[in-house]
Nanobody, 115 residues
Framework: QVQLVESGGGLVQPGGSLRLSCVVS????????MNWYCQAPGKQRELVAT???????NYADSVKGRFTISRDNAKNTVYLQMNSLKPEDTAVYYC?????????WGQGTQVTVSS
C-alpha cells in the first residue's frame, strides 16, 4: 500500500534552517502533485507549498521567499527547505498527495522554532 514517511524536523533557533523530506512508497510518485501542510496547536491544517509533476511550485504567502519545495523522482522524495525560520513556523509538518478521490498523508514531523 501507499506510505508517506516524513523526516527532518527538530528544534531550531529563529533565523535557522531545516530541510524536511518525505519518501513515498507503493505508488507512482512521479505523476503526483505533492503538498506540504502544517498544523500548529489549536489551528487548522494549512497548505504551505505545492509542487506538480512537472515541477511547477506554489507557496503560501507566509512562506514565500523563505521556503522551497522540490522533488527527486528517482528517489520518490519531496523536500521542503525552510530558511529564515520564525517562531510562528512552529507546527507539525505533513506531506500529502491526492489521487483518485483519496488523500494520502504521512505521520508528520514536528518543527519547533524557539530560542
Amino acid at each position: 500500500q501507499v506510505q508517506l514517511v516524513e523526516s527532518g524536523g527538530g528544534l531550531v533557533q529563529p533565523g535557522g534552517s531545516l530541510r524536511l523530506s518525505c519518501v513515498v512508497s507503493g505508488g507512482i510518485f512521479s505523476i503526483y502533485t505533492m503538498n506540504w501542510y502544517c498544523q500548529a496547536p489549536g489551528k487548522q491544517r494549512e497548505l504551505v507549498a505545492t509542487i506538480t509533476s512537472s515541477g511547477r511550485t506554489n507557496y503560501a504567502d507566509s512562506v514565500k521567499g523563505r521556503f522551497t519545495i522540490s522533488r527527486d523522482n528517482a528517489k520518490n522524495t519531496v523536500y521542503l527547505q525552510m530558511n529564515s525560520l520564525k517562531p510562528e513556523d512552529t507546527a507539525v509538518y505533513y506531506c500529502n498527495f491526492d489521487w483518485r478521490y483519496l488523500a494520502y498523508w504521512g505521520q508528520g514531523t514536528q518543527v519547533t522554532v524557539s530560542s
